[in-house]
Every structure is written in structure tokens, then in C-alpha cells.
């Protein structure tokens, strides 16, 4: 039995693959386009494990696509690879319109055909687990209800915009030609191998570093952060047992501040690994220009998929936060790697316009 894995080289990706290849006997083809979100120094652990095999490609190449599913004749599709960093959507939006909603199209078309042809048991079988986030809902008043499966989409960024683009696209393929999806819509992610582009990295790498911390706006807004691994055990489980064209919210009911986030991190990095001075790394933050149309509130009701599939995360807040930070702490090859010449230019151009 065999998986196809798009994006696996990414963050939540690669958690996913190894995860997967550490417990399941099954092969998993990896396609990954290694845009500068890609590495493959995340999956150095099983380089030449035979049961990963790592494509470079991109899911808009049909060619491709068509070609990996003949051969190797997957039981699953999952769908990770997307351009996925709000910021980046508000400077140049493009990029996610080609990989989200183009990209996302061009994969459908080629598995739907592979479905298609597929033996009745096969066919049965088979699922297209497409993995969106709740970014799709857009943004919630402080005392509104979190999100469920069946909240209005409202997407309020071109990514968040390119993500509702690409869930539409999938659920029709179900609701038109019968094929058997399935949808996770997640909240924020934080864990190992996570780009120090988004919030949880960039405090820990930049606090390292002696630089600033820079928090958007007030610091007031909120996120709902879920440890990766139990994004990953979620989308096991969906895949697993989920129903067809069904949709489910994945969440860690973990709602907090931004700035309530980095000062933890803050005082996580004062106790492992105290400045040379004494002082507190919270001395680095400092207040910069807030995103555009910045969505103040995420919140996932998660209880769907507790109800039906008896999913819960296994961590919580403070376990993850600690396990994340220990791993930055001892893993800062990773960082420095990950620190291209590409990855400078994106600090100068997005943290130089946003100068306090
Ligand atoms: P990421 O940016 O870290 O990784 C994306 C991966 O996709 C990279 O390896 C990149 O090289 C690859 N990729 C990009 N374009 C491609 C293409 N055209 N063809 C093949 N590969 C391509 O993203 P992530 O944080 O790991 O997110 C993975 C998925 O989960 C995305 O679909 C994202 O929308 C969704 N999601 C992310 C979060 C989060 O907090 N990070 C939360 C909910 C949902
Ligand atoms: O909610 C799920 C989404 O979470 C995913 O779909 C996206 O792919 C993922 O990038 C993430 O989006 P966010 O925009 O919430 O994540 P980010 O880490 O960019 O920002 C988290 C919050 O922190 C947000 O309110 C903006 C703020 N922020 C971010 C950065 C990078 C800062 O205050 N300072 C920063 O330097």
C-alpha cells in the first residue's frame, strides 16, 4: 500500500511524513516543489529509508502527477503543498493563486482520472484528504462562538482567499463527480521544523539572535495554536475513519494573545538559556506596524471531531510550547540552514517597511 504526500517537505508536511513512516508500513511518495518553504534537511532523519521516496515537483504539473499515480498506484492522496504565509500573500499574492487554487485544480483533474479508472474495491477505497485552515472563516468578534464546520466562509487575505478557492474546488469535485474527499480545516501550528517566518519561530530565532521581537499592532490579537503532531494524528484519523465529503475542524482550544505567546516564549528561553546579561529576552520585543487587514480572532470548535472520530490533541499549551523551544534549542543547524540568502531578503523587505 502506498500514500502520496504533496508539500511533505514543508513544516507540517514533513512532521506528517515522519510521522508516518515512523509508524505505518506503507510507502509514502513525497512531491514537494521545494519552493524556499521546502527542505529536505527536515527529512534527513530517513534519507534512504525505503519506505519514503522523495519527488521534487509541482503539483501543477500534470504530467507529473499523472505519471507518480500510474506508477505507484496510491490508496491516498494528501493535500499539504500551498503557499501558506499570510505576509508573504499581502506583498505578492500571485504565488498563491498558481499553487492554492491552480495547482490545487490540476491535482484534482489528475487524481480524479486515476479514480476513475481505479477497480471497484480500489476505487471504494480511495480518499483525497485535502488539509485547508480555518483562516477560511475569517475573523471572529472576542465573544462569538469558535468556528464550526458550517461557519460562513469570510477569508479576509489573498491566502486566506487562495484556501477557501481551493476548499470550494474540492468539495465540488465530491459533490460533482463523486470523488471521495475529505477536509480539515486547522487552527495555527507550531512545533519542529516550523519556517522563521511565523510568529513561534521567528521570537525564538530572533530572541537568540539579540534581535527584535517584533509584534504586530497591540499584540492583542488571537490565535488558536495546536501542537503539530496532533494536527498530524488528527489527519491519521480523518483519513482513517472520516467520513466522505465530510469537512472537520481541527483545534487545540488553545486561544491566546500574541503577545501573551511571545512573552512565554520569552520566559521559556530566560529559564534554558539565560541572556549573558541577566536581563530578559522580553527587553527585545518591540511594537511594529500592524498587517493589513489583520484578522483579530481565530477559535476552532474542535468537538465534531472528538464526537464522531474520538480525536484530541495530545498536548497541551505548555507541553508543546516547551517541547518546541527545547527543539529550536537543539536544533540550530536546522535554523541556520533555513537562512538563505532568500529568507534575508524577505527580513529586510517586510520588517524594513514595518519599522516602528
Ligand atoms: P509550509 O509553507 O511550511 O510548506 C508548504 C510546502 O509546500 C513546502 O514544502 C513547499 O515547498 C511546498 N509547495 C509549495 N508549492 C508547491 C507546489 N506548487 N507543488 C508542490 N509543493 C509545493 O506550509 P505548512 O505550514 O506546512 O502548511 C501545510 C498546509 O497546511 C498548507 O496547505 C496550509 O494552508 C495548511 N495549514 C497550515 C497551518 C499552519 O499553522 N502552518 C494551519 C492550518 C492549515
Ligand atoms: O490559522 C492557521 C494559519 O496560521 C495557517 O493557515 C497559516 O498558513 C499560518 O501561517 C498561520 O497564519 P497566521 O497569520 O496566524 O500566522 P503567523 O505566524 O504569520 O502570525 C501569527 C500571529 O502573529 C498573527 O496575528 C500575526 C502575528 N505576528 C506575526 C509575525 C510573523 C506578529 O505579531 N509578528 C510577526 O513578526
Not at 36 to 53: C, E, F, R
Not at 134 to 142: M, N, R, T
Not at 238 to 256: C, H, I, R
Amino acid at each position: 500500500m502506498t500514500i502520496l504526500v504533496t508539500g511533505g517537505a514543508g513544516f507540517i508536511g514533513a512532521n506528517f511524513v515522519l510521522d508516518w513512516v515512523a509508524q505505518a508500513d506503507e510507502l509514502v511518495i513525497n512531491l514537494d516543489k521545494l519552493t524556499y518553504a521546502g527542505n529536505v534537511q527536515s527529512l534527513a532523519s530517513i534519507d534512504g529509508n525505503p519506505k519514503h521516496l522523495f519527488v521534487h515537483g509541482d503539483i501543477a504539473d500534470s504530467a507529473l502527477v499523472e505519471k507518480l499515480l500510474a506508477e505507484h498506484q496510491p490508496r491516498a492522496v494528501i493535500n499539504f503543498a500551498a503557499e501558506s504565509h499570510v505576509d508573504r500573500s499581502i506583498h505578492g499574492p500571485e504565488d498563491f493563486i498558481q499553487t492554492n487554487i491552480v495547482g490545487t485544480f490540476r491535482l484534482l483533474e489528475a487524481v480524479r482520472a486515476y479514480w476513475k479508472a481505479l477497480p471497484g474495491d480500489a476505487q471504494q477505497a480511495f480518499r483525497f484528504l485535502h488539509v485547508s485552515t480555518d483562516e477560511v472563516y475569517g475573523s471572529l468578534a472576542p465573544d462569538a462562538p469558535a468556528f464550526t464546520e458550517t461557519h460562513q466562509y469570510e477569508p479576509n487575505s489573498p491566502y486566506s482567499a487562495s484556501k477557501a478557492a481551493s476548499d470550494h474546488l474540492v468539495r465540488s469535485y465530491h459533490h460533482t463527480y463523486g470523488l471521495p474527499v475529505l477536509t480539515t480545516n486547522c487552527s495555527n501550528n507550531y512545533g519542529p521544523y516550523h519556517f522563521p517566518e511565523k510568529l513561534i519561530p521567528l521570537m525564538i530565532v530572533n530572541a537568540l539572535g539579540g534581535k527584535g521581537l517584533p509584534v504586530y499592532g497591540d499584540g492583542q490579537q488571537i490565535r488558536d495554536w495546536l501542537y503539530v503532531k496532533d494536527h498530524c494524528s488528527a489527519i491519521r484519523r480523518v483519513l482513517e475513519a472520516g467520513t466522505v465529503g465530510e469537512v472537520y475542524n481541527v483545534g487545540g482550544w488553545n486561544e491566546k494573545p500574541n503577545l501573551e505567546i511571545v512573552n512565554r516564549i520569552c520566559a521559556l528561553l530566560d529559564e534554558l538559556r539565560p541572556r549573558a546579561d541577566g536581563k530578559s529576552y522580553s527587553e527585545q520585543i518591540t511594537f511594529v506596524t500592524d498587517r493589513p487587514g489583520h484578522d483579530r480572532r481565530y477559535a476552532i470548535d474542535a468537538r465534531k471531531l472528538e464526537r464522531e472520530l474520538g480525536w484530541k490533541p495530545a498536548e497541551t499549551f505548555e507541553t508543546g510550547i516547551r517541547k518546541t523551544v527545547e527543539w529550536y534549542l537543539s536544533n540550530w543547524q536546522w535554523v541556520e540552514n533555513v537562512q538563505s540568502g532568500s529568507y534575508r531578503e524577505w527580513v529586510e523587505k517586510n520588517y524594513g517597511e514595518r519599522s516602528e
